[in-house]
Structures are given as structure tokens and as C-alpha cells.
């Protein structure tokens, strides 16, 4: 029984600042793999940023330079910083988790931006 629970979303001005975050439960050795996924309304789902245990990560072009992923292993919890916020940021964030060789997803937080 794993379990992933994100929260941390909600309404913020162009401009601000918001951090998700996505705590994991349930029977979790390590986490392999960790991401960040949105879907705005009538757009395909894109990557947002995603990381590996190892330490690796890779961003998407449109959160360079304004989002940082990150995890703390001991609390099984992923982050998401989100700075610089643009109307385009508007979606519902998944997070994902790669628990061995099973894949984790989140109930999604709505992010909206707006003025």
C-alpha cells in the first residue's frame, strides 16, 4: 500500500511563490525515481522536473531558472519550488514517484495564477 498525497497548491499573483509538496506512505524502501507533472485544460500532460536517486535531474525549458525539485528521504517526501510564477504555470501538478519498479501518482493540486 503506497500512498502519495500533495498539497501546497493554490491561487497566487504573477510573480509569487508557491512550494508543493508530495509525501509518500505506506511500505516505501527507497524512492528510485521522483517527478513533477502538469496538465492545463485541453493540453497534453508535460514534465515539469524529475530527479533519481542518484542525484540527477532534469528540468523542463519552461521551469529552468524559476523551479527547483527536490527530496527529503527521510520524511519520503518530494518538493516542488516554485518561483517567479507566469499565468502559463496555471494547471494541476501531478507528482510521481518510481518505488522500485512500480510507478506512483498523486491526486494532483491545482496551481493557479492569476491577477
Known amino acids: 500500500q503506497v500512498q502519495l498525497v500533495e498539497s501546497g497548491g493554490g491561487l497566487v499573483q504573477p510573480g509569487g511563490s508557491l512550494r508543493l509538496s508530495c509525501a509518500a506512505s505506506?511500505?516505501?524502501?527507497?524512492?528510485?525515481?521522483m517527478g513533477w507533472y502538469r496538465q492545463a485544460p485541453g493540453k497534453q500532460r508535460e514534465l515539469v522536473a524529475s530527479?533519481?536517486?542518484?542525484?540527477?535531474?532534469n528540468t523542463g525549458a519552461s521551469a529552468k531558472g524559476r523551479f527547483t525539485i527536490s527530496r527529503d528521504n527521510a520524511k519520503k517526501t518530494v518538493y516542488l519550488q516554485m518561483n517567479s510564477l507566469k499565468p502559463e504555470d496555471t494547471a494541476v501538478y501531478y507528482c510521481?514517484?518510481?518505488?522500485?519498479?512500480?510507478?506512483?501518482w498523486g491526486q494532483g493540486t491545482q496551481v493557479t495564477v492569476s491577477s
Open positions: 510521481n514517484v518510481l518505488i522500485g519498479r512500480f510507478s506512483y
Open positions: 505506506g511500505s516505501i524502501a527507497s524512492m528510485n525515481a
Open positions: 530527479m533519481f536517486s542518484g542525484g540527477s535531474k
